[in-house]
């Protein structure tokens, strides 16, 4: 995962991306792609019940995709080995809804973050994000409503010099 850095001068410049909390979808030679965690859509996806989606991203706008933490749904792959799943929607939806699984439990996104080849790791280098390593109940937790905000949350459970980060304030 990446937590935005307030030091960021990429990040500083759109508001959209302040405290952002994204999980790396993938990572490689031809460049990145990832989610972001923690900032409500204005969509919902309907099901069993609707469920509130969110803004994976700033690229993309018409890619739908879930995640969720069930190895037994169809038309899924796992994110590295973090026992995250990662499915395009309509796809994977049929399976999602026909599984025993609660709706609950899967997340709904529009878009993504995207980087070229090497510009992420410029970015992290230059300090626009903090890595830290990705935690299932984390990723999957939903962050609507959160009585602390996820950024921060993780930042006082990784500690030390972080948790420092949230006690200075914005």
Not at 55 to 84: C, F, I, K, N, Y
Not at 119 to 145: F, H, M, N, T, Y
Request: aromatic share 8%.
């Amino acid at each position: 995962m990446l937590l935005a850095s307030k030091q960021s001068p990429w990040l500083l410049k759109d508001d959209r991306l302040w405290q952002v909390v994204v999980l790396v979808t993938a990572h490689g030679p031809s460049g990145s792609t990832g989610l972001i965690l923690n900032r409500p859509g204005s969509f919902a996806i309907a099901g069993p019940s609707m469920q509130r989606g969110y803004t994976g991203g700033l690229q993309s706008r018409e890619r739908l995709v879930m995640l969720h933490g069930h190895p037994d749904v169809p038309h899924s792959a796992e994110v590295g080995s973090t026992g995250v799943f990662l499915a395009e929607l309509p796809r994977a939806l049929e399976g999602a809804l026909a599984s025993d699984h609660p709706y609950g439990s899967f997340k709904f996104y529009v878009g993504q973050m995207e980087w070229a080849a090497g510009e992420l790791d410029q970015q992290v280098e230059a300090g626009a994000w903090l890595p830290a390593a990705a935690s299932r109940a984390v990723v999957l937790k939903q962050c609507i409503g959160l009585p602390v905000p996820l950024w921060r949350e993780i930042l006082l459970l990784m500690g030390g010099e972080y948790a420092e980060l949230v006690e200075e304030g914005p």
